[in-house]
């Protein structure tokens, strides 16, 4: 009978043993991980935004140039591509003496941008020389999107003026690319 209860001790002891430690560790690890959430499917945004103020009637005389680049890869679900120019000072040239003669057409003031993908082509483009805001633009896979690097660029020529009301022309771009990623409960970072 004794050897019957030492028996159960030694056993008592093992069982302990083995689940202290770092096996105790994989096993109190895989019980947590029961517990958590699933993970699951999620949005990344990630902007580029390209914007210019012309203050100075002296802008005029020299180009802004902007050339930024972003990658898609097969997570990149969605393009959105927001655009708006205003011509303020180009627009009220009679209200400037002498500046309706600098001011002359689409030479002197305006906006070139141009989205092109990987493979060179150009996905999405405006160039205009009048104020405007058209729709946001939605680029869709078509079945997939061309995956590198991707380039903007943008060329763009007006200027300011102040006396009693500012008169500066402007321009915002705005690329947003959409991706989905895996989110885990409790971190942070969607991968």
């Not at 056993?11 to 517990?35: D, P, Y």
């Not at 160039?127 to 690097?149: C, H, K, M, N, R």
Request: aromatic share 8%.
């Amino acid at each position: 009978m004794r050897q019957h209860g030492l028996k159960a001790a030694l056993m008592l002891f093992v069982l302990l043993a083995s689940t202290s430690g770092c096996m105790g560790l994989i096993a109190a690890r895989e019980s947590m991980e029961h517990l958590r959430d699933p993970a699951y499917e999620s949005l990344n945004e990630k902007k580029i935004t390209i914007s210019h103020e012309f203050t100075l009637l002296s802008d005029y005389a020299d180009e802004f140039s902007n050339r930024s680049t972003f990658v898609v890869d097969e997570q990149t679900t969605e393009i959105l591509v927001y655009f708006r120019a205003k011509f303020d000072l180009s627009d009220s040239t009679e209200a400037i003496p002498g500046l309706g003669d600098l001011i002359l057409d689409n030479t002197s003031h305006y906006v070139r941008a141009t989205l092109t993908d990987s493979n060179g082509a150009t996905q999405w483009e405006e160039d205009v020389s009048d104020s405007a805001s058209p729709p946001e633009e939605i680029l869709l896979p078509t079945p997939s999107f061309p995956q590198g690097e991707w380039e903007l660029e943008v060329k763009a020529r007006g200027g300011g003026w102040s006396d009693v009301v500012t008169r500066n022309d402007q321009f915002l771009i705005i690329v947003t690319v959409i991706s989905t990623c895996i989110q885990y409960p409790l971190v942070e970072d969607c991968s």
